[in-house]
């Protein structure tokens, strides 16, 4: 299986493929990337063969998260872009499908938000996981339900709070890397072979057992939203924010 080639299915329809490479996107999570998202998730539900959704990205870098340049370019009230991606990971785990993320490379921000979403994360030994929001004064707020209900409290609370990167090997200890590969198309060959013989319907009701164990309620995307869009408010992370959209400036450097 070519992890490079362009999206859709593999030969025997088990396996649907969504690259996060698009033009202009520049390895970053924005409106249009949400939408291609759940375009692939409505492709591979509506699939009766289906049983994995692949997410992949080009060698050396899988996702920075969220575009600094339309988030400095949105009004400092809007909520909506928290609330887009809070509700795409949420489908990540509902949908009656593994989601799978195939890493090779950065993952920073919003990027470990998939990871930790995807039902399962394959991942090179050279990849690394990072949540850098804090150095803009941000914080990982939609990511944070996620990669806690994977990881536990103190390991996701300290990777916000240090903004500290893990290294595949840590990633893997700690639960947000399911397997360390030097090849990822092997692995999601194994994983295809195996899935391909589960029915949907208990996938889904795996997936609805989960979330009963673990809800991932209104309450936590309300609380995420609110204090997304608070700290987008004020007016040192617009400074911020601007800086680097119009001058590529980090805030370190100011």
């Known amino acids: 299986m070519d992890l490079t080639g362009p999206d859709g299915a593999d030969p025997s329809g088990t396996v649907h493929r969504c690259s996060l490479d698009a033009p202009g996107h520049d390895h970053t999570i924005d409106d249009r990337l949400l939408e291609r998202l759940h375009t692939a998730l409505d492709a591979a539900e509506a699939d009766p063969r289906c049983r994995v959704l692949l997410l992949t990205s080009a060698p050396g870098v899988f996702s920075t998260g969220m575009s600094l340049v339309a988030a400095a370019d949105a009004p400092a009230s809007d909520t909506e872009a928290g609330g887009a991606f809070y509700d795409l990971l949420t489908r990540f785990t509902r949908a009656p499908l593994i989601v799978v993320a195939a890493v090779d490379g950065k993952v920073a921000g919003g990027g470990v938000g998939l990871t930790a979403a995807a039902d399962l994360t394959l991942a090179t030994p050279r990849s690394t996981f990072a949540l850098p929001e804090a150095l803009w004064g941000l914080l990982p707020c939609c990511v944070l339900p996620f990669l806690t209900r994977r990881v536990g409290f103190q390991k996701a609370y300290a990777m916000a709070l240090t903004t500290w990167p893990l290294d595949a090997a840590g990633a893997a200890g700690c639960g947000l890397v399911d397997e360390l590969t030097d090849s990822l198309p092997d ?35 309300a609380a995420a939203v609110d204090e997304l869009t608070r700290l987008m408010a004020l007016p040192d992370v617009r400074d911020s924010l601007t800086a680097y959209a119009e001058h590529r400036r980090f805030p370190w450097e100011t």
């Open 187 to 221: 692995a999601v060959r194994r994983l295809a072979f195996r899935t391909a013989r589960l029915r949907t319907s208990t996938l889904g009701s795996m997936k609805r057992y989960a979330g009963e164990l673990w809800p991932m309620g209104e309450r936590s995307r």
